[in-house]
Structures are given as structure tokens and as C-alpha cells.
């Protein structure tokens, strides 16, 4: 069992920035995928950016076309967190961010084959409003 807890969200302008936490209570730096998605209210959860871990650090990230450039998801093996760098943020980025996680071993965590279903760890989100 993986506990996720994320922090990190708040307020912020159109262009401003944030930094995104995820803390895992187990270690999950080797044959997880790892992810952060987004729910907008009235909208469906989405996945925003993905990465399978190895050797304690974020691999093969993939990211949603609206957030790349813009967005960088990494992993902190000393910590074992899941971080997500977002610049450039935009009032369409607000939402309820979710970190999930899966071990899946030695295949691939790209967005188009792991949607929010196939994950069955989750935190319990943190909201990032941004204003214009």
C-alpha cells in the first residue's frame, strides 16, 4: 500500500508559477508509473504528465500537449518525491491536481496507455487557482 500526499497547489496569476509535491509513503523509485492529472470542476480528470521510475529517478516522461514547455515533472530520489514544475501557468490550468501511482514493471507509462482508471494509488489532491 502507497500513501500519496500532495502540497504545493495555490494562487496564482496568469504567468506566475508553482511547484507541485508529491511524497510517497513507500518507495517508489523503481518500476512505477508515476503521474499528476488534473480536474477542472464539471470536467472529466485528465492526465497532465506521466514517468515510469528506475533507479530512483523519472524516466521517459510524457506530457499533455496543452502543458509541454510549459510544465516538467521530475523525482527527487533523496525524498522520494514526485515533483511538478509549472510555469507559465494560465486560467485554463486551474484545477484539483492529482498525483497517482502504479507499479507496472519494464513498461511504458505514457499518457495514451495508463488514463486515470488504470492507476490505484492516489493522493488527495490540491487545488491550483490561476487568475487572469
Known amino acids: 500500500q502507497v500513501q500519496l500526499v500532495e502540497a504545493g497547489g495555490g494562487s496564482v496569476q496568469t504567468g506566475g508559477s508553482l511547484r507541485l509535491s508529491c511524497a510517497a509513503s513507500?518507495?517508489?523509485?523503481?518500476?512505477?508509473?508515476m503521474g499528476w492529472f488534473r480536474q477542472a470542476p464539471g470536467k472529466e480528470r485528465e492526465g497532465v504528465a506521466t514517468?515510469?521510475?528506475?533507479?530512483?529517478?523519472?524516466?521517459?516522461?510524457d506530457y499533455a500537449d496543452s502543458v509541454k514547455g510549459r510544465f516538467a515533472i521530475s523525482r527527487d530520489k533523496a525524498e522520494n518525491k514526485l515533483y511538478l514544475q509549472m510555469n507559465s501557468l494560465k486560467p485554463e490550468d486551474t484545477a484539483v491536481y492529482y498525483c497517482?501511482?502504479?507499479?507496472?514493471?519494464?513498461?511504458?507509462?505514457?499518457?495514451?496507455?495508463?488514463?486515470?482508471?488504470?492507476?490505484?494509488?492516489w493522493g488527495q489532491g490540491t487545488q491550483v487557482t490561476v487568475s487572469s
Open positions: 514517468v515510469r521510475t528506475a533507479g530512483g529517478i523519472a524516466i521517459y516522461a
Open positions: 497517482a501511482a502504479k507499479l507496472r514493471r519494464d513498461r511504458s507509462c505514457s499518457l495514451d496507455i495508463t488514463p486515470p482508471s488504470f492507476y490505484n494509488y
Open positions: 513507500a518507495y517508489t523509485g523503481d518500476g512505477y508509473c
